[in-house]
């Protein structure tokens, strides 16, 4: 644990007493508090938009037709490596277009 007592005059030679205000302090905070709500917003955002879009693109790109007889309808339960393919290339996609937005911030 870090002692948050005002530093000692008398203990300057001890490497235990070293003052750690810069870790923490109150110069930064603006900053941290700006990253942090970034944060929030991607987390939000990702969370709200992935399955939206990504939901339809499975749908429209991985859906199975199963025929059983004489009708050939869409299989709901599963889908295929191809609309899976998709929806995690899309998602790398995204992964990059955050790296360079956030290479401006």
């Known amino acids: 644990a870090v002692d948050t007592l005002p530093k000692d005059s008398e203990s300057d030679d001890d490497p235990a007493s070293e003052d750690f205000s810069s870790v923490g302090g109150e110069e930064d ?4 508090a700006q990253l942090l709500g970034l944060w929030g ?7 709200a ?10 749908y429209a790109f991985g859906s199975i037709e199963v025929e059983d007889g004489t009708t050939t309808k869409i299989a709901a339960e599963e889908y295929s490596i191809r609309g899976y393919a998709v929806l ?12 360079v937005s956030l290479r401006f911030i």
């Not at 938009?49 to 499975?58: A, H």
């Not at 899309?90 to 277009?97: E, G, K, V």
């Open 29 to 32: 905070t603006d900053g941290n």
């Open 41 to 47: 917003v991607a987390a939000f955002l990702g969370s």
């Open 49 to 58: 938009l992935g399955p939206m879009i990504g939901g339809p693109l499975l």
């Open 88 to 99: 995690l290339s899309l998602s790398a996609l995204y992964f990059m277009c955050s790296a």
